[in-house]
């Protein structure tokens, strides 16, 4: 016997694209991540062989990188709740946009990006 034709495949196609961007930018964060931490590692190493190459910034790259590597399992673990909480709203035709999750996320991102440019400077 044949399944009935989902009326909502385009809903779940676009639904599965965003979890893929969201796959997407969580991996480029945990990749930064890494990076960084391998680049405190040099860092390190820069310092004990030129002791006067001091920065007090250096000394929380480690932190940062891991930190990072931490953001993108929490991006990926918030990304699939989302995708499984839209899922099941589409099939029973109850999904409603989450502005606060929007807002809420929007504001985060220039809390830490105003912080990141407060850092350059």
């Not at 790259?61 to 099941?88: E, F, N, Q, T």
């Not at 589409?90 to 809420?104: A, F, G, H, K, Q």
């Amino acid at each position: 016997m044949d399944k009935p034709l989902n009326r909502h495949i385009s809903d779940h196609l676009a639904n599965e694209r965003t979890l893929l961007a969201w796959i997407r930018t969580s991996i480029a964060v945990i990749a930064l991540g890494i990076a960084i931490n391998r680049f405190s590692l040099f860092l390190m190493e820069i310092n004990q062989v030129l002791p006067e190459v001091r920065s007090a910034a250096n000394r929380h790259v480690a932190a940062l990188g891991a930190g990072l590597v931490v953001l993108g399992i929490a991006i990926m673990v918030g990304a699939l709740w989302h995708y499984l909480r839209v899922s099941r709203a589409i099939d029973s035709e109850t999904y409603r946009p989450s502005t606060l999750v929007m807002v809420t996320t929007s504001a985060a991102i220039i809390v830490m990006g105003g912080a990141a440019l407060a850092w350059l400077f």
